[in-house]
């Protein structure tokens, strides 16, 4: 007898991207939920690290009526800053949000309901249907909010789509037998197997990753994913270090190296931060080749870009 | 691997398919002074009889040509893609461009003074003769003031021949233009005397007979062409070929075709002889596979490599044949389209899966020839085999537009509502852009008109004014509207106004060729004409529509949603803020170029000075040119000359108000609303053929060049920018990917919107790469049909490219892309419909 689903259950979750087609098969809509334990030096989500909701703000829109300013009660709305929020005054209330008229301040991270996410998940159910393709969870790391993805994970399965979730396995043990069960393909990350090396960019130690992949893919079908970063891992010893360390998972036969790329390098500026990756480092198009050559060494499958 | 790629064209195709591109299109006079002679030696006669002896004279008398390395032969003029002139319908455009035509911007065609001598001596005949003439003596003025303002246009029939029909090839492969004959005859011999119509229905039969005669005499000539020239050929194979066309024309379409070149040579003649006998557009061969597949099924002897070869000549041949228009039309058109519609694919009238050999050699075709002929769809249905779908996804993705897809799980029972019966409605072909109809039974008269959804909401909030003038009713200031109910009440009445007067013009239109332009070779294959001895133009037809389509849904439902949410709702704007925006064109000059995007001001300025420059010549009779560059230099081409900043927060604040194309419910439902009162007052009227009015969405690329009629609106769209094409959501607005955007698209009600409506996605490559990205494409296909969508066509092109073809478009003859129902070359393209094109939202992530 199944556990009943609790639909009020909620989670802070900061996007939905329909039509998305690299992350699991088919047509997929991605639900990214908010909070990392990590903090990955070239993370492309960086609104994603908080678990709290942030407000973000975008001057190219902005046509400076100054609502915000009055609705803040927090004087957090700071028109000399170029960033205009004080991230350190703002408790992200969302009243300047509300009054923008301009779209401008948008805040990241929504308090929702699993019911609220599945209505708009629904809305590409036929494509879920006609294409293989269905749910992926994301984030941040979404086993940070286990107990509302789980919930949403049974909805989900209740509808007969398809689930998959991307996590840097960084989780507690409760977590992953928790979730896992209702996880048709994990996505799973490793970023080093030099520990050292995965302190200094990720800010944690793999030892609990590398243990929890172990399991993941005794519970689920396992696809290990590579963010391939020139200077952390994108090295003939990084990449078959990584391999190595897959051959001893369960069953798992792909690997996919995720080209290291900029794209977010503009959301750290509006969220106020600083970027510390050099943007002027890149993976060319041949060096990807190369590692992936490397991979297939290992008689793995290997796809760049997933 | 699901992909297949696609083989090479022969070396034959490939010289045939350079000879298109290299053309250089002339206006031809022959058939003008053919027609013009027939004409005063018939002074008299019933017109029909006149019509059918006209069409004979051209047909003993056009020149015959044979091009090089042809096998498929029929050519209607001495050049390649070129054109003859129709002058019954309407001339003086073509006279008043005849300095101007060879040197314009969209469409251009070289008219050698010769010729221009000619057509000039033919024109003088007929003054006040023409089927436009005598429509124009018809229509109120109340309709040519709505014409006038932009509200909507009868322009298609008004100045061409009747044309957007597809007649039955099957019949003529079958038993020939003699059975054809004899078929008539026999009705003529049945035909009681006392019958009261018994004069009229023997006029008709006897100009069918002399049409059908003269067309077996023209097919003849081409087979003594063909004999003559192989006397002097030297190539033997060549001389092989000459003789084996010149046997091939002796054969058909006088009798049945015995095998399957003869069938294709028999296509041609009747696709060919139809567009001699009338200028209209859009002669659609519509279900090419179902008609053709019998032949090939039986040819024991044809190798499928010859039979593929034959097609692709087919498809050259359907760009061997061009159309000149007026300027203005040329724009809403532009890229020489001929709208020659073919389809492949869907259910036959079984309601069982139709697909054959022939589907798939069609779409080698499209990928051999790669020229903007034919306009090629696809039908597919919960039946259709996933095999098809990808093959046709692997064709759109080589970028060229093409397939077009359209949904029978839509179209079918949407006829069927009109009237159609069940096994007709099965068997449905796609005429011109998107419209479709029962093949051989019908008189669609689509594309009767383009119809100005935004310009009656302008309208609309002004009153009843445009331009300050009075146009429609009183319907109350906007700033004296307390609800949206009071809103809705004004557009109605303002859209049944325009409405009543757009039926009225298109019947005058229709009348007028009943009365002058009867077509009896076209007539004879198209049921029940010759059952009832009728001419199509006086409702011979089994199936008999009017056709108007709007276009401007998108913003039309987008501004109404913005007042519904800042004024009733949200409350943060007034209405006597948003008029007085509007009046001000939110502080911008109303400039008459359409945006440019950023970042190629050299092109921009050339535009602006290009539009000055029109401006001024059409204010000046004598033209200065040092004037000219005087007045240039005091205009100000800056956009912010005004006092943008006043409304920039306004316009800011209606331009992020949520639009169509994202999945939103609140405003898709308003745009579904918009668009249903228009198809719902068009459904209420009737054409003197005995038919219904039915409404169709789609905008051909009309919604450039009509966006300039159209002031400022409350979705922030300044004054005479482009509009949305078709259904498809404004230009950038679908910001949630093309799920959501397809989702949106599909809550408009396409059922009433019979006369077809039009959707274009456009999809970068690396969104549909690989298997995968095959498999997703179609997935897009199929969930946009699940959720009742009626047409998708894909872009599958990058931004980059299109950009680069912009600049060097000498490097990019080959490209084509799907402007709206139709493919052209891109480069030969308008600059704004390329702009427009480019700005359409590319759906990748």
């Not at chain 1, 050099?278 to 991979?295: C, G, M, R, T, Y």
């Not at chain 2, 593929?308 to 020489?336: H, M, P």
């Amino acid at each position: 007898m199944p556990s009943p689903i609790d639909y009020s259950a909620t989670g802070t979750v900061f996007n939905m991207q329909r039509y998305s087609i690299h992350d699991g098969p088919g047509i997929r809509t991605i639900v990214f939920l908010k909070g990392c334990p990590l903090s990955c030096l070239w993370c492309c989500n960086p609104e994603s690290q908080n678990p709290k909701p942030e407000v973000m703000y975008q001057a190219s829109l902005c046509i400076h009526c100054g609502k915000c300013i009055k609705a803040c009660k927090f004087g957090a709305i700071d028109p000399q800053n170029t960033g205009l929020v004080n991230h350190t005054k703002c408790v992200a209330c969302g009243e300047c949000v509300n009054v923008c008229p301009a779209g401008a301040l948008t805040m990241k991270g929504q308090r929702l309901t699993v019911e609220q996410v599945i209505q708009e998940l629904k809305r590409d159910e036929i494509n879920y249907r006609r294409s293989g393709g269905g749910i992926t969870l994301s984030g941040g790391e979404p086993l940070l909010q286990s107990g509302f993805a789980v919930e949403l994970l049974k909805a989900c399965h209740a509808k007969g789509w398809h689930t998959a979730i991307e996590t840097t396995a960084y989780a507690s043990a409760e977590a992953i037998e928790k979730v896992f069960p209702f996880i048709d393909l994990a996505l799973l990350d490793i970023k080093s197997l030099n520990n050292e090396i995965h302190r200094k960019v990720t800010g944690v130690s793999n030892e609990i990753i590398l243990k929890n992949a172990r399991r993941i893919s005794e519970m689920t079908q396992t696809v290990v994913r590579v963010p391939t970063i020139p200077g952390v891992n994108a090295s003939p010893e990084g990449i078959s270090a990584i391999c190595e360390f897959v051959l001893t998972l369960h069953q798992v036969k792909t690997v996919h190296l995720l080209p290291y790329h900029t794209y977010g390098e503009n959301k750290y500026d509006l969220l106020g931060r600083e970027y510390f990756m050099d943007s002027n480092v890149s993976l060319s198009a041949e060096e990807a080749e190369q590692l992936k050559k490397i991979v297939e060494g290992y008689g793995l499958n290997c796809v760049i870009g997933g | 691997m699901l992909a297949k790629g696609f083989s090479q064209p022969t070396q034959r195709v490939e010289k045939l398919k350079r000879m298109i591109l290299d053309a250089t299109p002339y206006v031809e006079s022959e058939r003008a002074v053919l027609v013009t002679e027939s004409f005063k030696e018939t002074e008299g006669l019933p017109v029909i009889l006149r019509r059918a002896k006209a069409v004979e004279k051209i047909f003993n008398q056009l020149p015959i040509t044979i091009r090089d390395d042809e096998l498929v032969v029929g050519a209607i003029t001495k050049n390649p893609r070129s054109t003859e002139i129709c002058p019954e319908f309407s001339y003086d455009w073509v006279e008043k461009e005849f300095e101007t035509m060879g040197s314009r911007i969209a469409d251009p065609f070289q008219i050698p003074k010769e010729t221009a001598a000619e057509l000039h001596e033919a024109f003088q005949y007929w003054e006040g003769k023409t089927t436009s003439a005598l429509a124009d003596s018809y229509m109120s003025q109340e309709a040519k003031d709505a014409i006038a303002a932009g509200v909507f246009t009868v322009g298609n029939y008004f100045y061409g021949g009747v044309g957007h029909v597809c007649v039955d090839y099957g019949k003529v492969m079958r038993i020939g233009f003699r059975g054809i004959i004899t078929e008539v005859v026999e009705a003529m011999e049945k035909i009681d005397r006392t019958d009261p119509e018994y004069v009229r229905k023997e006029q008709f039969y006897k100009s069918v007979i002399i049409s059908y005669n003269a067309a077996i005499r023209f097919a003849h000539r081409y087979a003594e062409k063909a004999r003559e020239l192989a006397a002097t050929e030297q190539n033997p194979t060549r001389k092989a070929e000459l003789l084996q066309i010149a046997k091939n024309c002796e054969r058909v379409p006088e009798y049945g075709a015995t095998n399957f070149y003869e069938a294709c040579q028999a296509f041609w003649f009747v696709q060919m002889m139809l567009q001699i006998e009338s200028s209209g557009h859009s002669i659609s061969p519509g279900r090419f596979d179902q008609y053709m597949y019998p032949f090939y099924a039986a040819d024991k002897d044809i190798t499928p490599e010859f039979a593929q070869e034959l097609i692709d000549c087919i498809w050259i041949k359907l760009n061997d044949v061009n159309k000149t228009r007026d300027e203005i039309s040329a724009q809403a058109f532009a890229g020489y389209a001929v709208f020659q519609n073919l389809g492949v694919g869907g259910q036959n009238e079984e309601g069982l899966d139709a697909t054959n050999d022939i589907s798939y050699m069609a779409m080698e075709a499209c990928a051999h020839v790669r020229l903007p002929a034919p306009s090629f769809s696809i039908r597919v249905w919960q039946g259709t085999p996933d095999e098809f779908l990808y093959r046709a996804c692997e064709l759109a993705r080589l970028g060229m537009g093409v397939p077009a897809m359209y949904n029978d799980e839509v179209i079918i029972p949407a006829l069927v509502n009109r009237g159609v019966t069940l096994r007709d409605a099965r068997n449905y072909c796609i005429i011109g852009c998107v419209e479709p109809q029962c093949p051989h039974k019908t008189e669609g008269w689509h594309d009767a008109a383009f119809f100005n959804v935004a310009k009656v909401l302008e309208i609309t909030l002004n009153n009843g004014k445009a331009r300050g003038k009075q146009l429609g009713p009183v319907t109350g200031e906007m700033t004296s509207w307390k609800s949206m109910d009071d809103f809705f009440a004004a557009f109605k009445k303002q859209m049944s106004y325009f409405v009543h007067y757009l039926a009225e013009a298109d019947n005058c239109v229709d009348i007028a060729h009943r009365e002058r332009a009867p077509l009896p070779f076209l007539s004879a294959l198209v049921e029940d004409c010759i059952g009832r001895g009728k001419s199509l133009q006086e409702g011979g037809a089994i199936y008999n529509f009017t056709g108007p389509q709007a276009f401007g849904v998108a913003d039309t439902g987008d501004s109404v949603y913005a007042i519904q949410k800042h004024v009733f709702e949200d409350k943060d704007v007034t209405m006597d803020q948003l008029k007085e925006a509007l009046d001000a064109n939110f502080g911008y000059p109303v400039s008459a170029s359409p945006a440019v995007p950023a970042g190629d001001a050299s092109q921009e300025t050339e535009l602006k000075v290009y539009e000055a420059v029109k401006k001024i010549l059409g204010n000046a009779s004598s033209i200065n040119l040092a004037d000219i560059q005087k007045k240039i230099s005091a205009m100000d081409f800056s956009e912010s000359a005004g006092d943008p900043g006043k409304y920039d927060h306004l316009r800011r604040l209606l331009d992020s108000t949520p639009s169509f194309g994202n999945d939103d419910d609140d405003v898709d439902m308003i745009a579904r609303k918009c668009a249903q009162i228009y198809c719902f007052e068009v459904e209420k009227y009737r054409n003197p053929r005995g038919g219904q009015f039915q409404a169709g969405v789609y905008p051909v690329s009309a919604n450039v060049l009509f966006g300039k009629d159209v002031a400022a609106l409350p979705d922030g769209r300044l004054a005479k920018h482009p509009l949305a094409d078709g259904v498809s959501p404004r230009s950038g607005k679908d910001c949630k990917g093309p799920t959501a955007a397809s989702n949106s698209v599909a809550k408009l009600d396409h059922f009433v919107a019979s006369n077809g409506t039009l959707y274009n996605q456009k999809f970068l490559p690396s969104a549909v790469a690989g298997d995968n990205g095959l498999k997703n494409f179609a997935s897009v296909v199929r969930s946009y049909f699940d959720h009742k969508g009626m047409h998708v066509q894909f872009n599958v092109i990058d931004k980059e490219t299109l950009l680069a073809a912009q600049k060097n478009p000498e490097n990019y003859r080959d490209l084509v892309v799907r402007v709206a129902g139709y493919s052209a070359q891109f480069v030969v393209l308008a600059k704004e419909v390329q702009d427009d094109i480019i700005n359409r939202t590319a759906h990748t992530f």
